[in-house]
């Protein structure tokens, strides 16, 4: 699969950004799906991961209640809606896709996704 990660930018504290994450080359609904970030001076972290079938989800604590993550399977696309951002969400983001987990289930660990986007830029100053 395919990944083209999107809709990053420059906003204000307290803005709101939605990134997409287009999907292609193989059934999206085969793939349990995450975001990650890589802020400058630290390693890359996870920020959230969604079931192939969009039940479950999880998220990282420094975004959780900020931000949801969903997909659309019929458009094969990803989403991550961030609202509250603060200066340390700045980064950039990129999505992961990991083939042919159980249908339920959520994957956190970035060296378990096989498949990565090309990161979009996150930049939260005022």
């Known amino acids: 699969v395919q990944l083209q990660a999107s809709g990053g930018g420059f906003v204000q504290p307290g803005g709101s950004l939605r990134l997409s994450c287009a999907a292609s080359g193989d059934i999206f609904s085969l793939y349990a799906m995450g975001w990650f970030r890589q802020i400058p001076g630290k390693e890359r972290e996870f920020v959230a991961a969604?079931?192939?079938?969009?039940?479950?989800?999880y998220y990282a604590d420094p975004v959780k209640g900020r931000s949801m993550i969903s997909r659309d399977n019929d458009k094969n696309t990803l989403f991550l809606q961030m609202d509250g951002l603060k200066p340390e969400d700045t980064g950039v983001y990129f999505c992961?896709?990991?083939?042919?987990?159980?249908?339920?289930?959520?994957?956190?660990?970035?060296?378990?996704?096989?498949?990565w986007g090309q990161g979009t830029q996150v930049t939260v100053s005022s």
């Open positions: 969604i079931s192939r079938d969009g039940s479950s989800t």
């Open positions: 992961a896709a990991v083939r042919r987990t159980p249908t339920t289930i959520v994957v956190v660990t970035a060296d378990w996704y096989a498949h």
